[in-house]
């Protein structure tokens, strides 16, 4: 089983930015698309975000399209997530798994805090 972590996340103000990384223990190349999700207190688990294996193909939620950016890097097993232009209610903890069916194994994820 491959393990996931992810790190990047902090405090920021809104309209700033954060990158947050996803390594993987083994190799991405052939594992297909990878997503991003995140789940805020009280909320389910949201996806934000996906790439295909070769990251030719992405896609995105319309509350996050625009602002957020997923990019991976095979050789490195990891998969990246810009976010600009970040607000309030993106706060959340954030976490990579596959996509459209995620392990049952989940990260520790990492949190990001939109804040003034």
């Known amino acids: 089983q491959v393990q996931l972590v992810e790190s990047g996340g902090g405090w920021v103000q809104p309209g700033g930015s954060l990158r947050l990384s996803c390594a993987a223990s083994g190799s991405i190349a052939n594992i297909g698309v990878m997503g991003w999700y995140r789940q805020a207190p009280g909320k389910e688990r949201e996806f934000v975000a996906g790439i295909s294996r070769t990251g030719q193909n992405k896609n995105y939620p319309d509350s996050v399209k625009g602002r957020f950016t997923i990019s991976r890097d095979n050789a490195k097993n990891t998969v990246y997530l810009q976010m600009n232009s970040l607000k309030p209610e993106d706060t959340a903890v954030y976490y990579c798994?596959?996509?459209?069916?995620?392990?049952?194994?989940w990260g520790q994820g990492t949190q990001v805090t939109v804040s003034s």
């Open positions: 798994n596959t996509y459209p069916r995620p392990w049952d194994y």
